[in-house]
């Protein structure tokens, strides 16, 4: 279970944070949160597909790594075997909270109880001996602060997406080396054929907001698939 607090150096002076990749940090995982800011960096390595909000019905976009819950192909052992690891992952254990009530100034907050944090003296140090922030710490805030930021911006771009009617439900068979298949389910991608009747005034529109871009990203980042069933197969095969 969670366990969030406001990062401070009076109770956190001696945290540590271990900083590989690996299971046991928390890195198997079938997918994670990918803001359409985040597009560019993401779509050379990884599918970016679009799920629904059961309770609130919003659309998010996620960036996948496998096929099934808990399958991450990108982690091997101890090793990332990719050239980019999403802001969503990189910034664990922390996150951004902001106070229910008065201003709106955000806080580092940090999960305690994340697999992340290390015990005893291994780890990055998120403060040094004076209390002040690490260099560790101070390029997480900068990620924090961008990752809000996205997040922020983010219902703007699946707002347009509907206004134009440009998602449309993806799914995807996968046939496997071994015989088996799987089936990706559940999620959505950018409707192509009606992007393509939009007029002049309607792509510029979308241009000018800002979303044209990673609409693109989003469409392009399909290729990944290739990979994606490659590795998966890799993994069959090596057992």
Not at 179 to 194: A, D, Q
Not at 206 to 235: C, D, I, Q, T, Y
Request: hydrophobic letters at 40%; a negative charge; proline letters at 6%.
């Amino acid at each position: 279970m969670s366990n969030h607090r406001i990062l401070n150096s009076a109770d956190h002076g001696d945290l540590r944070v271990h900083t590989g990749a690996g299971a046991q940090y928390g890195d198997n995982v079938m997918a994670c949160l990918a803001p359409p800011a985040e597009f560019r960096q993401i779509q050379g390595h990884f599918p970016i597909v679009f799920r629904r909000d059961i309770e609130t019905g919003a659309f998010g976009a996620v960036a996948l790594f496998g096929f099934e819950s808990g399958e991450n192909l990108f982690l091997q052992g101890e090793t990332w075997a990719a050239s980019y690891r999403p802001m969503a992952l990189a910034i664990q254990p922390f996150l951004i909270g902001r106070p229910a009530e008065g201003f709106d100034t955000p806080r580092v907050h940090v999960d305690t109880r994340h697999p992340r944090i290390a015990m005893g003296g291994d780890g990055m140090r998120v403060f040094d001996e004076d209390g002040r922030p690490s260099p560790y710490l101070e390029l997480i805030a900068e990620r924090l602060g961008n990752l809000d930021y996205a997040h922020r911006q983010s219902p703007a771009f699946f707002e347009a997406l509907i206004r134009y009617d440009l998602i449309e439900p993806f799914t995807l068979e996968v046939p496997l080396n071994d015989g088996s298949r799987h089936s990706l389910v559940g999620y959505h991608t950018i409707n192509e054929g009606r992007l393509a009747e939009l007029d002049g005034e309607a792509l510029g529109q979308l241009n000018a907001e800002g979303h044209l871009s990673p609409l693109f990203m989003a469409m392009a980042s399909l290729s990944r698939f290739g990979e994606l069933v490659a590795r998966k197969n890799a993994r069959i095969v090596g057992g």
